[in-house]
């Protein structure tokens, strides 16, 4: 048998020779000095190389450059070992990340190295036969047919727990996509167009099925070229015996039916499955109308169904498409017979239209009337509509910009439980300028340290004596002045920014930490608040690392307040989350405990420090019976626990004496301090300092 091809890579001429006298006896031992002259030596040879031995310092193209480059080439495929003198974790997976097949650790151990090196190759060749054995059985399986309908496909075993992927996927998505667990969504991300990845977890959360079902979704998959397509994703769940056997998930490319049909429906002016106008033909008859009817208002109303996709999972997408049919007919019925009326299906469930409006009773019975019409759709479900009105007095803005109004009233509806009508009026205009201002300007307010932590103190109520802060961002606008996190944090979440934000914030607290440290003013813990949103980022806890060790904090200083989320899906990344803070030597607070998210359910797989209790989050004032009794018991409980109590929120003597007799010592509130700014909570400390004296 031919002698394999061993590739070594290192800038040091004596470590090639090393490498080269080591393994001579097993390989032929090509030479690179660095990773650009290693992509040319494995292109001079065709890929013909079995194993590539990388140094990963090397002069401008080192180790990280080769690994980043060969992905992008033919010969992504070929092992790589990492010659490393790094052995720490981090390190480790960083480079395993990063592509790498495995990692011997310089320096070598002649013997050792040489066995492992052979010892990887052979894992690497086995599986590499188990996969193509696979393959082929796969390929009776599911025939030749998927090929030519491009589609590939994955297969779930609900008793053996693995996943298979059809080894052809790489023909079609992007060759990540083999890290996907879809039973963890956070694996998707970048993968899954992001709009598309809440649609793809809701159907994938398979919850109690009893019998075989099978599910449609279209959504956009990353490809190899770097850019999203369409993918029709077809899931069949087996059910032998009452128990899941087998999900078996079919991935069918559909871009070019969805660019079709997308060029149809511009085209054409018929919603494709109402038969009733689409938004294209009402948004351009309805500017016609507006605009030679100058002297007129319009009621543009914007509705949707509510628990739509609820009633999609409960009855059937084919149930639910019959309701969309039946609201179109009801619309049309309605609306037709007004003169200078418009109106059309936007998109799903939601519908549009428009109409001259001449008072508030007027419209309300049509929509009563609407309302009315839909009940009478025979379901064992109530349909209930939610409706978004923007009344136009003139045509100052577009149609487009109409709906969207209507669009902000109709999202106020859901925050509502009374009402399921609302209109765009001055609170929500000026909410929208804010909304406009805030995500216009965040990203230059960082670059400008605009934002500003405002830190409030946490006392022992037993002394008064300060114990530590909780870091609160105060956004401090040239203009508007001091912005509360209250409107701008809940933004941030929605649009991603408050990863960044809180990244920014964790740093901004360890300089201070830093400083206060360098001028021998005693330091006590701070803590920060960590967004459910940040959870979605995938280096989360490396990164806090980072941070915090740029300024040599003890990890003790600086304490992270989690809230549990109200999405089960996340939980068990902050089980993770938590899990590493810890064994980092962080202190982890549950925020908000009590508030209805967390709960004393959620502690059995949430194992933190301490539990932040909102005193406002109680029925109403301590004077109340009931409130102290669950007080009471929630501190005696986390005693018994062994966990620390902080209440936060706390006004009034009164809450403090209460607190103190039921044994709970630590308190943040208004009554002992409001959050301040960095300079005054440094007086503050002092202060505390010059008593003890
Ligand atoms: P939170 O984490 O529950 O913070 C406590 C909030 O209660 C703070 O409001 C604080 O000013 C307020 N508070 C403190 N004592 C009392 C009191 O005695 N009575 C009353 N009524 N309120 C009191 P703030 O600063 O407006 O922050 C609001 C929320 O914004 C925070 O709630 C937190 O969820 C979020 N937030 C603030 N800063 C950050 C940040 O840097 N990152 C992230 N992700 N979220 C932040
Ligand atoms: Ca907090
Ligand atoms: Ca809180």
């Known amino acids: 048998m031919d002698k394999r091809t061993l590739l070594a890579v290192d800038d040091a001429e004596i470590n090639r020779k090393i490498l080269s006298k080591l393994f001579s006896n097993d390989f032929d031992v090509l030479e690179a000095c660095d990773g650009k002259e290693a992509l040319d030596v494995i292109n001079e040879h065709d890929g013909n190389i079995d194993i590539i031995v990388l140094d990963i310092i090397m002069p401008e193209y080192d180790g990280f450059y080769f690994l980043e480059k060969i992905k992008e080439t033919e010969f992504a495929s070929i092992p790589v070992v990492i010659a490393t003198t790094d052995n720490s974790p981090e390190a480790e997976n960083r480079l395993l990340d990063l592509g790498a097949t495995d990692l011997i650790y310089k320096p070598f151990n ?70 996907i667990d879809i039973f963890d969504p956070t694996t998707m991300i970048g993968l899954i167009y992001r709009p598309d990845l809440d649609a793809v977890i809701s159907f994938l959360n398979l919850g109690d099925i009893h019998e075989t079902i099978q599910k449609y979704i279209n959504i956009r998959i990353l490809t190899d070229n770097n850019i999203y397509e369409w993918f029709r994703l077809a899931l069949t769940i087996h059910i032998e015996n009452g128990i899941k056997t087998r999900a078996i998930l079919t991935f069918n490319n559909i871009n070019n039916e969805m660019e079709a049909i997308k060029k149809l429906e511009i085209f054409s002016s018929i919603d494709r499955l109402t038969k009733i106008p689409n938004r294209n033909t009402f948004v351009e008859k309805t500017q016609t109308i507006i605009e030679a009817n100058p002297e007129t208002k319009f009621a543009i109303v914007r509705f949707d169904i509510e628990s739509f996709k609820i ?179 809940p933004i941030f979440e929605n649009n991603g920014f408050i990863t960044e934000l809180d990244y920014y914030i964790f740093a901004t607290v360890s300089k201070q930490l830093d400083k206060w440290r360098s001028e021998g003013i005693p330091i006590l813990p701070v803590s920060v608040n960590v967004s459910r949103a940040d959870l979605y980022d995938p280096n989360l806890f490396p990164n806090i690392v980072k941070i915090v060790d740029t300024y040599n904090i003890p990890h003790e200083f600086i304490e992270f307040e989690l809230t549990e989320s109200s999405f089960i899906s996340d939980n068990h990344k902050l089980v993770e989350l938590t899990y590493n803070l810890q064994k980092g030597g962080f202190h982890v607070l549950m925020d908000d405990f009590g508030s209805g998210y967390s709960s004393l359910n959620s502690l059995k797989d949430i194992k ?80 505390q300092l010059e008593a003890k004296k």
């Open 110 to 179: 002649p013997q050792n190295a040489v066995k492992k090196v052979n010892a990887i190759l052979a894992r690497y060749e086995a599986e590499n036969q188990r996969i193509k054995s696979t393959a082929s059985s796969l390929e009776d399986r599911h025939s030749i047919v998927m090929r030519q309908t491009n589609t590939f496909s994955a297969e779930y075993n609900f008793l053996t727990g693995k996943t298979f992927i059809d080894p052809e996927y790489s023909n079609y998505v992007h060759r990540d996509f083999c890290n």
């Open 608 to 687: 933190v420090d301490v539990l932040k209790i909102d005193i406002n989050f109680l029925p109403t004032s301590t004077s109340d019976e009931r409130a102290g009794k669950i007080l009471t018991s929630v501190v005696s409980m986390a005693n018994a626990l062994d966990l620390k109590v902080v209440v936060e929120g706390v006004e009034t003597r009164d809450q403090a004496d209460f607190l103190i007799s039921i044994g709970a010592y630590e308190a943040q509130g208004y009554y002992f301090f409001r959050p301040m700014p960095v300079e005054e909570y440094e007086v503050a400390l002092k202060k």
């Open 311 to 489: 009633i999609n999972q409960l009855f059937g997408t084919s149930e639910g498409d019959s309701i969309l049919k039946f609201i179109a007919v009801k619309l049309q019925e309605i609306i037709e017979p007004i003169k200078n009326g418009t109106y059309c299906r936007i998109t799903s469930d939601l519908f549009a239209f428009s109409i001259p409006y001449e008072s508030e009773e007027l419209l309300n019975s049509i929509i009563d009337t609407l309302v009315a019409a839909v009940k009478m759709y025979p379901l064992n479900f109530d349909i209930t509509l939610s409706f978004g009105i923007y009344i136009a007095e003139n045509s100052e803005y577009s149609v487009r910009h109409m709906l969207d109004r209507a669009g902000v009233a109709q999202k106020a509806t859901k925050n509502n439980y009374k009402s399921h009508v609302s209109y765009f009026d001055e609170a929500l205009r000026e909410q929208e300028e804010i909304e406009i201002t805030i995500v216009s300007e965040m990203k230059r307010a960082l670059e400008n340290g605009e934002f500003k932590i405002y830190l409030q103190p946490k006392v022992d109520m037993r002394t008064g004596e300060i114990i530590g802060s909780e870091a609160l961002v105060r956004w401090v606008h040239p203009e508007k002045g001091l912005i509360s996190p209250r409107s701008f944090i």
